[in-house]
């Protein structure tokens, strides 16, 4: 990852609460946000307004969905002050608690082509696999762009899959400020990782949403589960392998040193080796990449009121900041000038 520019910049990013986090999740976007936190400005947030254009599909009994979001929205936070996010350099909040953002999604609604929107990949993936899109789910990119623009940020760091949201993200800016002739947004850009897009247990991209996720915070058996339970060819362990061309061998990479990744190669190529020892080792080093942080994620777990104080700290800092785009935004676009 490049480093940012020298002068202070805003970095915002934002998770959905829609499940437990995963490695995907964690080196696509999760370990840049943490080893941001010195080179910038940094802006941390739980989507939960974006969560609930999907919380139909995520969780069947109707009267369990609002204690779902809540209970997801808790367990993200917690996950990612194990990780290693701080609150004293990084505002870290939960979206809902910022509702100006809201009312600039609908600003930009107003200055946005549907044309725009029709062409959005997560929203066309989502229809295509059966999901009944909502209205929420079709302008999830105008909510999105809202995020990023209240607080004029410079640089999302995110995975490639969000890449083109960015792109919708600069075009709404541009917009808005070509309707009113004030350049009030900045182009925001997106900041990739070294891993932009993880594969899953089965090769697809990883994500909640195809059920293919090894997660952060999973241990014992059912981390042994997913991991011994990646997809591989049917070769012999007497074959040569190609480890490019092996699940297995991508996720390993992600934990190893380059020495490490070289060894575990030429093993693949040798032949003699079966995938279950390559599996073995990635469990190994899951198991102890993230044994620091499954232990703080308990302590942290313990202290009942901490997540919450420190959400809401958060959004105190973050909403004065929304609060001052948005009177400029209401100026500049006409609307009244807020009274007390
Ligand atoms: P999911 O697809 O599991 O629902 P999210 O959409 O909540 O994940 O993604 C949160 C962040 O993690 C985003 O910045 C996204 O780009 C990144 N991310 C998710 N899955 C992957 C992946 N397989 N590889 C790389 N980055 C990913
Ligand atoms: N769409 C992002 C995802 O699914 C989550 C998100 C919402 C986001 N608002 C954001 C990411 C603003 C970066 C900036 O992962």
Known sequence: MPPVEPARKTILSGVQPSGKLHLGNYFGAIKNHIALQDQGRCIYFIADYHALTTIADLQSDASKRGAALR????????????????????????????????????????????GLLER???FKDKAARGITPNVGLFVYPVLMAADILIYRSHFVPVGKDQVQHLEMTRDMAGYFNQTFGREVFPAPRELLSEAPLVPGTDGQKMSKSYGNTIDIFAEGKPLKQSVMGIKTDSSTVEDPKDPTKCNVFALYGLFATPAEREEMAAKYRAGGMGYGVAKTALLEKVTAYFAEARARRKELAAKSDYVEEVLLDGARRARAEAQATMELVRDVCGLAKRKG
């Open 120 to 122: 959005a990949h997560s």
């Open 71 to 114: 209970e997801n929205s808790v367990d993200v936070a917690l996950s990612y002050l194990a990780l290693g996010l701080d609150p004293a350099k990084t505002i870290f909040y939960r979206q809902s608690d910022v509702p100006e953002v809201t009312e600039l999604a609908w600003i930009l609604s107003t200055v946005t082509g549907m």
